[in-house]
């Protein structure tokens, strides 16, 4: 098939969407994309409100995939990034703890008694492995005993997902931690230098990345730039477009429609190439796919997120990128610093503190009031022993985002597996990429390269987007490399 002969539709303007646009223009190909909202990003997107910019669950622009890297300096120049130090901390009882857990750290802030309590917990599982190891809760405690998983782990995991760690697949602990446990870190620290210099010259242990790039006016500038450039292009990006039928035909998809303002657009294709919930994409399939299909579709579950920003003094911040709230007394389970990510996101004297609660759709949390959200906000800032005096908080905001995380319960394999099994075999020119679009857990980059690689496959390749984001090494290690070579 020639160029000029594909008809490509794009759902969703978020990472993958926006990549996928931008890597057909280098084939000479246009498209259309049909963006749901009325902004770019995605979960990456910046909110702006009275010139601060909120960086919606905080996005280091740190990769393992070099073509995507490239990428990012592709769509921005040198210019437009700045390089920043890495750092987050768990913040428990009142002590700030290393992440990932540095088992020295930890094992020193909890006393003398509680880490030989720790460290007799982790040869206990040695010895006495948990029984179930497929879920989050057995995964960890196999990897740092039951009395580090439930310091650091049990807490904040039930925040995130709102359901016991016995009811989170262990799927997403080991696309998070991967290799990490308690003997490792104890190793990396205590084993001696010359070993360390050995395997480094071997390039067999890996570090965590202190640094990394991020744009000046946050993720969203990426997807802005991008949206510019392709738009340049001939690209139509079309908003407030939400997808509600793909007709297919004699095995592929022939045409997608979408309402804006209550009108249906219909648009003709041949390939689509779709960011938006799987589950929805296959209710929106014409003809409708079989029961059992409809039943996968339905059971895929996600957790949201909303973000209340607090402007403060400057004095107010800390110098993380974030903080892990690991104290079940309070709500908000993460709190970002955006001064600490770029000067550019907030104002001279001021700081914008974001503090992340983790909700479902229409719950209590989700359905309150913006300024009830804040009061708590600056509430649990002074409860935890961050704020002293909430009066020192000048304004703020809330930013709600749905569908934020996939949800790995027990079924949710076999369910996006039953889905993608239907798509090949009855809309094969139906490629679903980045988060939402495979219900996975991907950062960033492996949604962008999900897109990439799409879009060879469109071409002629024969890549398994399945298996991106399936490496071994703890997604913020590196191998020792040289540095790209725009900075």
């Known amino acids: 098939m020639d ?25 000479g190909l246009t498209s259309t994309i049909l963006e749901a909202d009325t902004v770019v990003g995605g979960i990456s997107r910046t909110a702006t409100a009275d010139g601060w910019r909120f960086d919606i669950g905080g996005h280091r622009f740190f990769t393992k995939v070099q073509p995507v890297e490239d990428l990012w300096f592709e769509i921005l120049g040198p210019d437009d990034f700045l390089r920043r130090p890495r750092l987050s901390r768990i913040y428990y009882r009142g002590k700030f703890y ?14 003398p008694i509680e880490a030989v309590r720790c460290v007799a917990s982790y040869l206990w599982v040695r010895v006495h492995p948990p029984e179930d190891k497929s879920t989050l ?14 310091h650091f782990f049990k807490t904040q995991s039930e925040k995130v997902w709102g359901v016991p760690c016995t009811e989170v697949q262990a799927d997403w602990g080991a696309q998070r931690i991967k290799n990490l446990s308690l003997f490792r870190a104890v190793w990396e620290a205590l084993k001696p230098k010359g070993i360390r210099r050995k395997a480094s010259k071997a390039k067999q242990v890996t570090s965590l990345i202190e640094e990394f790039n991020y744009p000046k006016y946050g993720p969203g500038m990426m997807w802005e730039r991008c949206t510019e450039l392709v738009t340049a292009k001939g690209v139509e990006v079309v908003f407030d477009a939400k997808v509600t039928k793909v007709e297919h035909d004699a095995g592929k998809a022939v045409a997608v429609t979408a309402m804006t303002d209550g009108v249906p657009a219909r648009y003709q294709c041949t390939e689509v190439i779709s960011s938006m ?30 973000t209340v920003a607090l402007v403060l003094p400057e004095a107010d911040g800390f110098p993380d990128n974030w903080i892990y709230i690991n104290d079940a007394s309070v709500k908000v389970g993460r709190i ?101 679009g495979m219900h996975r857990y991907n950062n960033q980059d492996h949604s962008m390269y999900t897109a ?33 070579p725009n900075q």
């Open 137 to 150: 809760e057995g995964f960890v405690a196999s990897r740092f005993g039951w009395r580090l998983y439930r």
């Open 277 to 306: 919930p799987i589950g929805e994409l296959l209710r929106s399939m014409e003809p409708a796919p079989p029961p059992e299909v409809l039943k996968a579709a339905d059971a895929l579950r996600y957790r949201d997120f909303i």
């Open 3 to 27: 160029t000029t002969d594909h008809e490509i539709v794009i759902i969703g303007a978020g990472p993958a969407g926006l990549t996928a646009a931008y890597v057909l223009t280098k084939r």
């Open 98 to 111: 290393d992440y990932p857990i540095s088992a020295m750290n930890a094992l020193r802030n909890l006393g």
């Open 336 to 436: 970002q610093n955006f001064g600490s990510w770029s000067p550019y996101l907030v104002k001279d004297g001021r700081t914008c503190l974001g503090l992340e609660f983790f909700v479902n759709e229409g719950d209590d949390m989700w359905v309150k009031a913006d300024a009830d959200l804040i009061e708590q906000g600056k509430r649990e800032l002074c409860e935890i022993g961050l704020l002293s005096d909430p009066s020192r908080v000048e304004s703020g905001y809330v930013v709600r985002m749905p569908k934020a995380y996939p949800f790995y319960d027990a079924a949710y394999k076999e369910n996006v597996a039953t889905l993608a099994s239907w798509l090949e075999e009855h809309a094969p020119n139906v490629y679903p990429v980045g988060r939402n």
């Open 452 to 484: 990439m690689l799409s879009v060879e496959n469109i071409f002629g390749a024969n890549h398994d987007i399945w298996s991106v984001n399936v490496e071994e090494e703890y997604h913020e290690e590196r191998t020792a490399a040289p540095p790209h």
